[in-house]
């Protein structure tokens, strides 16, 4: 299982952003969104061994986060509208208590930001995608279990990177110019890809 | 210089679509202008050494092609609907003659498909983005003038490919999953960008 943990720190945590002007009034969610699309579809299809977490540091009701199960979800379509639907309807739904609520099959949120992801992780070898480490094309990677924590256009916050320190993640780079986080991401994922076809597709 | 011709087959030639459901209502455009997007955007700023064309072959008035020159382009936002607005703006301007017709800075539209694209080309080395192929990264890449063919989500029609024959493209292939256009485009401006910068970045 992949897992890709993309952190907000200004997304809308709550539902009230306008699917009309979404890039506008979410706090940059719009970036998130992108980033789900992203890990997760790919031509005619989903990506069932990944699952995302979006962390929502912005707005009212901050921190939550978003996790989608790519093993559980349905009907999920590429475009910035019908995922911001999707966000929209999981932020409105009520959640209490401590962790995940499923709000819908292979939808679930928490009440809470990287703790709440870091307790449901579990076992795996985390990454942390940024500027200036090591070339992922030349890394050790973990096929089994990776976890990569990617920022949004903001990169990462101090905060951030001491609450991350405890699980000392290795840093990769994905090349010689900053791109988007969504492209980072498709980036990590052909690299993973090739890893595991490694016979026809050879790396490094 | 580097171009990217994204080929929508179905893509709507007209600006009568809906930003509500840009999805629904446009034969998929927001497939193109997600690749434009991938293309052109990165962190913070914008390649100005990128152009793409967007050939639209779906609806009223087709084929058309929308034209967007990094090197003159002002205000492109990543977003879907901010790109979709500058798309039905561009369709909306009249357009005559024979050629790209400039619509604003850096926007320009012909009232055809990949006729107006290879005659408006002007040298370059011409790829062909598709499954099967070689690996882009053992693959001998032009960076002077580089031109990449990329189907939207249907892939390739023969009659373009016919049409594209006389240019005898290298077929490039970017993994061995299949992914989308906007992806695969990103994959390949990587491989560009790490070429260019190849003491620091291998490749290969």
Redesign the interface.
């Known amino acids: 299982m992949r897992r890709f943990v993309v952190i907000g720190r200004k997304a809308s945590a709550s539902p009230d952003f306008s699917l ?4 506008g009034t979410s706090g940059r969610l ?2 998130l969104l ?1 980033c789900l ?2 890990s997760m ?4 299809g989903l990506r069932r061994d990944v699952s995302v977490y979006l962390v929502l540091l912005g707005g009212v009701g901050a921190p939550r986060t978003l996790r989608i199960r790519g093993d559980e979800v349905r009907f999920l ?6 995922l911001a639907v999707l966000a929209k309807k999981a932020l409105s739904e009520p959640v209490d208590g401590h962790g995940f609520c499923a709000v819908r099959p292979g939808v679930a949120v928490a009440n809470d930001g990287l703790g709440a992801v870091l307790e449901d992780l579990g076992p795996g070898t985390p990454y942390l995608v940024e500027e200036g480490s090591g ?1 992922i ?2 890394a050790p990677l973990d096929l089994a279990a990776p976890v990569f924590f990617v920022g949004d ?1 903001g990169g990462f916050e101090a905060a951030f990177l001491a609450q991350l320190a405890a699980l000392q993640p290795m840093g990769v780079s ?7 986080a ?2 980072a991401i ?2 990590v ?2 690299e993973l ?2 890893r ?2 490694s016979q ?3 790396t490094g």
Chains 1, 2 share one sequence.
């Open positions: 009309v002007d979404l890039a719009d970036v992108r699309r992203a579809l790919v031509s005619h379509r590429p475009d910035e509208r019908s070339d094309r030349s256009h994905v090349g010689p110019v900053s791109v988007h969504e492209d498709a980036l994922s052909n890809d090739r595991e076809h026809r597709w050879p």
